[in-house]
């Protein structure tokens, strides 16, 4: 199984750069999230999807955006990048919502805004 | 403002000690509290979780500790073992939400 799947793994983007980072899920989970972890701060929510058609804002949004482009897959966009949101960027999954059910996390994005 | 506050930032054991983490929270909605490890260049794995209508939980050598009264709860690991060396997560969410609240971790290092 392969779970999570996120791409890429490894991105270097000049300030005011935008990219977009891919994720699919291959367990049938109905939400979906992006967290980015910083050292130090933990991990924090930045949009998640309770279902296909759905997002909504996590803790820290601003400087991004989401699409859930379909059950499997939630991408993440960076319109221009700042070197802020310089982290390590983690794609989730989970069967219903966060409270009660696993959350299960891909391997992550490393970016790195210049 | 950090919802969930974890300490150590930081613990270095022997094997076969009994390291513990500790963490708290101040919102009394918060009734789902997980515990997620993380080996290095991988994402966080749901190890063990708790509900607040119990004090302890066990899985294997892994134990929360749960004060309801306190808003704590806390992680022990028994008996160590090198394999242990990651990051662990404290995490908190209420029902029926999406946002699980994490603290910011605490990297356990168990020498040989």
């Known amino acids: 199984n392969a779970g999570v799947t996120q791409t890429p793994k490894f991105q270097v983007l000049k300030t005011g750069q935008s990219m977009t980072l891919q994720c699919a899920q291959d367990?049938?989970?109905?939400?979906m999230y992006w967290y980015r972890q910083d050292p130090g701060m933990g991990l924090r929510l930045i949009y998640y999807?309770?279902?296909?058609?759905?997002?909504d804002k996590g803790e820290v949004p601003n400087g991004y955006n989401v699409s859930r482009l379909n059950k499997r897959e939630f991408s993440l966009r960076l319109e221009s990048a700042a070197p802020s949101q310089t982290s390590v960027y983690f794609c989730a999954s989970s069967t219903g919502t966060a409270s009660g059910n696993t959350i299960y996390f891909g391997e992550g994005s490393w970016l790195t805004v210049v | 403002q950090q919802q969930v506050k974890q300490s150590p930032q930081s613990l270095i054991v022997q094997k076969g000690g009994i390291p513990i983490i500790n963490c708290a929270y101040e919102?009394?909605?918060?009734?789902?509290f997980p515990w997620y490890q993380q080996f290095p260049g991988k994402g966080p794995a749901l190890l063990i979780a708790i509900r607040p209508d119990v004090s302890e939980k066990k899985e294997g050598r892994f134990t929360i500790s749960f004060n309801k009264s306190a808003k704590q709860f806390s992680l022990h690991i028994m008996d160590s073992q090198p394999g242990d060396s990651a990051t662990y997560f404290c995490?908190?969410?209420?029902?029926?939400?999406?946002?699980?609240?994490f603290g910011t971790g605490t990297r356990l290092t168990v020498i040989p």
């Open positions: 999807s309770a279902s296909e058609g759905t997002t």
């Open positions: 995490a908190a969410s209420r029902g029926g939400a999406n946002n699980l609240f």
């Open positions: 367990m049938n989970h109905n939400s």
């Open positions: 919102n009394t909605a918060f009734d789902y």
